[in-house]
């Protein structure tokens, strides 16, 4: 998620200019959260160069030196992933008090569900950031393998098997794979390939339980996301109707001043013939009287 492609989530709903001190909380929080949610994106985009640089790493200490910078990065996300979590139970917690002290006002409640809104925006951006580190995951898990392959043919001139592959991302031991090139060639470049190997295999194996860590703080909200989501769709299937009745009866309305238009008209023709009728009648009553 590379900062640029950070959306300004609730950007179309701006604060009031006059708030109380309930809705400076919640819109406070919602900065926090998406300066969070860039620096996070800032973060998973140095992991991902990281990984691309580990691909060209052929000495273990530069391996473990990458290992350790890959572990700060995450652990740094790891920690503002909590503090959104902690921040986004904040909002929702602000929201049902909101609710619960709208009293049917509709000003109250449009307000509610601005806030309700944007904290669904929120929640759903997050729910795509742990779509891409899960992404991110299973990369460094395949890309792992395919480097592993490479570094075993390249030293012993020979593809591993399935099996040898396996035993090494597992352990890190390749001593069995290598020791045709240990023989021919001496230990020094096969030991020197087995030390990157089994420090690339650390650092595989401590970025993936991260990973993890990091994706299961993202499940703890999955289902609030899940709630909120379908609450935005409600509320915005809601405003569809809404629109779609006042469309209606403005339709409604214009036939309405159509049909009194012509109920007028043909009122006033019946006046004019009935008043008509009436002095035709008087006429010839009064005309035999003057003959």
Avoid: W
């Avoid at 300066?35 to 273990?60: A, C, V, W, Y």
């Avoid at 401590?206 to 935005?232: K, R």
Wanted: charged share 30%.
């Amino acid at each position: 998620m590379p900062p640029s492609e950070v959306p300004d989530v609730g950007a179309a709903s701006p604060p009031p200019t006059t708030m109380d001190a309930d809705t400076q909380q919640f819109f406070n929080i919602v900065e926090h959260i998406k300066l969070d949610m860039h620096s996070i994106g800032e973060k998973q985009q140095m992991l991902q160069d990281m990984h691309e640089k580990s691909k060209t790493i052929t000495r273990s200490e530069e391996m473990k030196n990458l290992r350790e910078q890959m572990q700060d990065t995450i652990n740094a996300v790891s920690k503002q992933a909590h503090s959104v979590k902690a921040q986004l139970e904040q909002l929702d917690k602000l929201n049902s008090a909101a609710m619960y002290k709208d009293g049917g006002s509709s000003e109250a409640s449009s307000s509610s569900r601005m806030r309700t809104s944007i904290t669904a925006g929120l929640k759903k951006r997050l729910k795509d950031c742990m779509g891409e580190f899960t992404s991110l995951r299973k990369r460094v898990q395949q890309e792992y393998r395919e480097v592993v392959e490479r570094r075993v043919f390249t030293v012993t001139g020979q593809h591993a098997t399935e099996e040898q592959i396996d035993r090494m991302i597992e352990t890190g031991d390749g001593e069995a794979v290598f020791q045709k090139a240990i023989l021919d060639a001496g230990r020094g470049k096969a030991v020197q390939v087995l030390a990157e190997i089994k420090e690339r295999q650390r650092a595989v194996q401590d970025l993936e339980h991260s990973l993890l860590e990091l994706h299961q703080i993202f499940l703890d909200m999955a289902v609030l996301v899940e709630a909120q989501g379908e609450m935005l769709d409600n509320v915005e299937k809601q405003v569809e109707k809404s629109v779609a009745y006042v469309e209606s009866a403005v339709k409604q309305l214009v036939q309405a001043k159509k049909s009194q238009d012509k109920t007028r008209r043909l009122y006033c023709c019946m006046v004019i013939c009935l008043l008509l009728i009436i002095l035709i009648v008087v006429l010839a009553l009064v005309k035999p009287g003057f003959g």
